[in-house]
């Protein structure tokens, strides 16, 4: 079954940095667009970063210039590289499908707690 484990958040002081990982079991990962989402307390989860199979990212406005996305087809995983960290980036963040071309699964991971705060 589809299975999708993210790790690597924490607290984190404005300005700092964390990288988050997304292991991915359960389905061909090298096959699909896969993206970075997140949800803050009382709003929608959003998409912030997306890259296809073949590499080609992209991101939202709110990120573009300090997030970088990344995979690793060999090890099923999936990077996101957040730097210059803002208060306004505190969330849980997920992984999953591009849900620009494709449906995301309908089970997600538990996602992983990203705090900035001094």
């Known amino acids: 079954q589809v299975q999708l484990v993210e790790s690597g958040g924490g607290l984190v002081q404005p300005g700092g940095s964390l990288r988050l990982s997304c292991a991915a079991s359960?389905?061909?990962?090298?096959?699909?667009?896969m993206g970075w989402y997140r949800q803050a307390p009382g709003k929608q989860r959003e998409l912030v970063a997306a890259?296809?199979?073949?590499?080609?990212?992209n991101y939202a406005d709110s990120v573009k210039g300090r997030f970088t996305i990344s995979r690793d087809n060999a090890k099923k995983t999936m990077y996101l590289q957040m730097n210059s960290l803002k208060p306004e980036d505190t969330a849980v963040y997920y992984c999953?499908?591009?849900?620009?071309?494709?449906?995301?699964?309908?089970?997600w991971g538990q996602g992983t707690q990203v705090t900035v705060s001094s």
């Open positions: 999953n499908r591009d849900s620009r071309t494709i449906a995301p699964y309908s089970t």
């Open positions: 359960g389905f061909a990962f090298v096959l699909f667009p």
């Open positions: 890259i296809t199979a073949g590499g080609s990212t």
